[in-house]
Antibody, heavy 118, light 107 residues
Framework: QVQLVQSGAEVKRPGASVQVSCKAS????????INWVRQVPGRGLEWMGW????????GYAQKFQGRVAMTRYTSISTAYLEFESLRSEDTAVYYC???????????WGQGTLVTVSS | EVVLTQSPDFQSVTPKGTVTITCRAS??????LHWYQHKPGQSPRLVIK???QSISGVPSRFSGSGSGTVFTLTIKSLEAGDAATYYC?????????FGQGTKLEIK
């Protein structure tokens, strides 16, 4: 079945960088965009950006521009979220998700908790 | 940028009841509107796509309607397991966006 499996929880100091991976299985990785969504504790879902695995093209929400990069390694069907200059307010669960033919997001990875604390 | 506003923010309903959640878009988005169920400690789950299309494995008690700027998610015959926060999401134009969420309590 179609599945996205993310890397494990991370604890980072303010100012550090983090990389979250998202390994796809059960479908052809390059055929569907990967999007990243986060949820800060106590808040709602927040869209961060998208990546086309075939071309490598990306687009980011304005608030994350300059701090985030979405990349991929097609030979292992894995997408990456790289986030730098982390702040305490970036503490959140980060999800990868596949964009379907109607623009819907399904499935979702299990989520990766990134804690930013000194 | 499309802003999605959900109402209500919170709803408490008894089992076997019906709830309707509304999502209003700041501009027309056609039918490019999807609904998710999100429970604590779990990943969001798609329950309706393209405003009204059902999802395999999701009970038929879940239905969606609307187009343009006003959309609704209706859940009938509510069960304890339906307790969650529900989000709408638009994929019409970048940046994609989510509503603020509606927390559903089954009392």
């Amino acid at each position: 079945q179609v599945q996205l499996v993310q890397s494990g929880a991370e604890v980072k100091r303010p100012g550090a960088s983090v990389q979250v991976s998202c390994k796809a299985s059960g479908y052809t990785f390059i055929d569907y965009d990967i999007n990243w969504v986060r949820q800060v504790p106590g808040r709602g879902l927040e869209w961060m950006g998208w990546m086309n695995p075939k071309s490598g093209n990306t687009g980011y929400a304005q608030k994350f521009q300059g701090r985030v990069a979405m990349t991929r390694y097609t030979s292992i069907s894995t997408a990456y979220l790289e986030f730098e200059s982390l702040r305490s307010e970036d503490t959140a669960v980060y999800y990868c998700t596949r964009r379907g033919d109607y623009g819907d997001f399904r499935p979702w990875g299990q989520g990766t908790l990134v804690t930013v604390s000194s | 940028e499309v802003v999605l506003t959900q109402s209500p923010d919170f709803q408490s309903v008894t089992p076997k009841g019906t709830v309707t959640i509304t999502c209003r878009a700041s501009q027309s988005i056609g039918s490019d509107l999807h609904w998710y169920q999100h429970k604590p400690g779990q990943s969001p789950r798609l329950v309706i796509k393209f405003a009204f299309q059902s999802i395999s494995g999701v009970p038929s008690r879940f239905s969606g309607s609307g187009s343009g700027t006003v959309f609704t998610l209706t859940i009938k015959s509510l069960e304890a397991g339906d307790a969650a926060t529900y989000y709408c999401h638009q994929s019409r134009s970048l940046p994609y966006s989510f509503g603020q969420g509606t927390k559903l309590e089954i009392k």
